[in-house]
């Protein structure tokens, strides 16, 4: 992932932050993702995390392009699959809700190679339905 640095004011205070953003080859994978049937949110979020060990949520949303509640209903989905982890982390600074951490349980690979086990199997049945169609037809 290709890092830029942003400038946060917090406070009237300067802070400095380096944000990653998703360079070609993550939108590549996302893209891929989608054309496997994998909603827009969700690749874009397993692509983040297969180039970076873990991420925030706040980073998710930021090298994502995604908002709060999207990347939370991706994690909801990406968790069901056992395909990501969460950590929570307190704030160093401040109060307030702890901070959620995730990372890919499941390799990249072999998330595609269950993509595929799924795609294969709804080929199947689609010439299956062709095939019987031209039967009644």
């Known amino acids: 992932m290709k890092g830029i640095d942003l400038y946060l004011e917090v406070d009237n205070l300067m802070k400095e932050s380096s944000i990653q953003v998703m360079g070609e080859h993550e939108h590549e994978i996302a893209e891929l993702l989608q054309d496997l049937g994998l909603p827009k949110i969700i690749s874009r979020t397993i692509s983040c995390l297969s180039s970076m060990e873990e991420m925030t949520s706040r980073e998710l949303e930021a090298a994502a392009d995604v908002r709060q509640p999207e990347v939370s209903a991706a994690m ?11 950590r929570e982390e307190k ?28 795609n294969a199997t709804s080929n199947i049945d689609s010439m299956n339905d062709i095939k019987r169609l031209r039967e009644l037809a």
């Open 91 to 118: 704030k160093k600074i401040g109060k307030g809700r702890p901070v959620k951490i995730y990372r890919l349980n499941t390799p990249l690979l072999e998330i595609v190679k269950a993509l595929e086990e799924v």
């Open 76 to 86: 909801r989905v990406l968790r069901a699959n056992d395909w990501v982890s969460v």
